[in-house]
Nanobody, 127 residues
Framework: QVQLVESGGGLVQAGGSLRLSCAGAGRTFSLYTMGWFRQPPGKEREFVAAITWRVDSLQRTYYADSVKGRFTISRDNAKNTVYLQMNSLKPEDTAFYYC?????????????????WGQGTQVTVSS
């Protein structure tokens, strides 16, 4: 069992930055691939970024094309926390952001395969 709690959302002007955090509880947190998803108003939930459980050179990160080069996902297993650093924010990044955990890294971009979800945090980017 893994419990997830997001924080760090808010209102920011276009071009600004925010860092989202996702604190996990549970002994097996470090074994899960962690992902960030977002749901813009009136739209489907979409993949943003994911990071595999390893912390060595075999760790992998994945990004949606829309955020590549602007967002960075990272994790600190000692703190049971995953982060999403968001730079050069655009109005189209406005959405409710969720972190989630999946045991099988193959499904990193498929929200339907994720096992655990946080409650989400709102990010609003003004133009």
């Amino acid at each position: 069992q893994v419990q997830l709690v997001e924080s760090g959302g808010g209102l920011v002007q276009a071009g600004g930055s925010l860092r989202l955090s996702c604190a996990g509880a549970g002994r097996t947190f470090s074994l899960y691939t962690m992902g960030w998803f977002r749901q813009p108003p009136g739209k489907e939930r979409e993949f943003v970024a994911a990071i595999t459980w390893r912390v060595d050179s075999l760790q992998r990160t994945y990004y949606a094309d829309s955020v590549k080069g602007r967002f960075t996902i990272s994790r600190d297993n000692a703190k049971n926390t995953v982060y999403l650093q968001m730079n050069s924010l655009k109005p189209e990044d406005t959405a409710f952001y969720y972190c989630a955990a999946v045991r099988n890294p193959t499904y990193y971009s498929d929200f339907q395969k994720y096992d655990y979800w946080g409650q989400g945090t709102q990010v609003t980017v003004s133009s």
